[in-house]
């Protein structure tokens, strides 16, 4: 098993309900670990820029709306397989499909207001931590 790390992002609906603590509880009780976080408005650049892969998508101009609707809590998780256990902590995207006890079936509203965001391989949890940190914003635990 390898240590690596992983960007999440508790997203504008997730701060606004006030769940950071109870999100990032979940996270700390099932191996990850905070690295690196930031709590703020997200840039309408910074968000096209992060979701870039989906400007083609419908829901497009929604999920970026969405995301810089309000602050946001941005995150690097690190621990052993942190890429898959965060995202088998936060469930399918969809709550609807989402499984018991992950984050977005406990907490998320739609597709769009799903919660929490986690990179979805090695090689973009590299790529989406450098689009918000910097080297030395990350710690080792
Ligand atoms: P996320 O993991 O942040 O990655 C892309 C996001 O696009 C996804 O979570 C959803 O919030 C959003 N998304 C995906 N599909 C749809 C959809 N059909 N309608 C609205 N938003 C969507």
């Excluded at 960007?7 to 191996?31: A, M, T």
């Excluded at 905070?34 to 703020?40: E, F, T």
Aim: proline share 3%.
């Amino acid at each position: 098993m390898a240590n690596e790390r992983t960007l999440s992002i508790i997203k504008p609906d997730g701060v606004k309900r006030n769940l950071i603590g109870r999100i990032i509880g979940h996270f700390e009780e099932n191996g990850l670990r905070v690295a690196g976080a930031q709590m703020r408005l997200m840039s309408r650049h910074e968000a096209e820029g992060f979701y870039a892969v989906h400007k083609e998508r419908p829901f497009f101009g929604e999920l970026i709306e969405f995301m810089t609707s309000g602050p946001v809590l941005l995150m690097v998780l690190e621990g052993e397989n942190a890429v898959a256990k965060n995202r088998e902590l936060m469930g399918a995207t969809n709550p609807a499909d989402a499984a018991e006890g992950t984050i977005r079936k406990m907490y998320a509203q739609s597709i769009g207001e799903n919660t929490v965001h986690g990179s979805d391989s090695v090689e973009n949890a590299a790529i989406e931590v450098n689009w918000f940190f910097k080297g030395n914003e990350v710690y080792n635990g």
